[in-house]
Nanobody, 123 residues
Framework: QVQLMESGGGLVQPGGSLRLSCAVS????????MGWYRQAPEKQRELLAT???????NYADSVKGRFTISRDNAKNTVYLQMNSLEPEDTAVYYC?????????????????WGQGTQVTVSS
């Protein structure tokens, strides 16, 4: 019912930038909070940034000042602008959306995940 499609990952040199996008599609839903996570090999999934429907943002200390989360409500899309990338930022990046889904039986809040996009920072 709700699908997420990520794009924008790739290989970048240290100090470089990338912009990730996550487009949400489907029907009968309203998006509440949106966020980005990442998971490096043999590490737990890490919350990086969140943005509410009103535009309030929060960041993990590891990316504060380097990454910027934003959203385009008209396009149901969330972005992650990543600057000053470091080798330690290498990971699979996932978008996450909290959506209110409307069905014939009422409404339910559910979390959805993107498929993940690889970001590799290396010279």
């Amino acid at each position: 019912q709700v699908q997420l499609m990520e794009s924008g990952g790739g290989l970048v040199q240290p100090g470089g930038s990338l912009r990730l996008s996550c487009a949400v599609s489907g029907s009968n839903f309203d998006i509440n909070a949106m966020g980005w996570y990442r998971q490096a090999p043999e590490k737990q999934r890490e919350l990086l940034a969140t943005i509410t429907s009103g535009g309030s943002t929060n960041y993990a200390d590891s990316v504060k000042g380097r990454f910027t989360i934003s959203r385009d409500n008209a396009k149901n899309t969330v972005y992650l602008q990543m600057n000053s990338l470091e080798p330690e930022d290498t990971a699979v990046y996932y978008c996450n959306v909290i959506a209110l889904v409307y069905t014939s039986r009422g409404k339910n809040s559910r979390a959805y995940w993107g498929q993940g996009t690889q970001v590799t920072v290396s010279s």
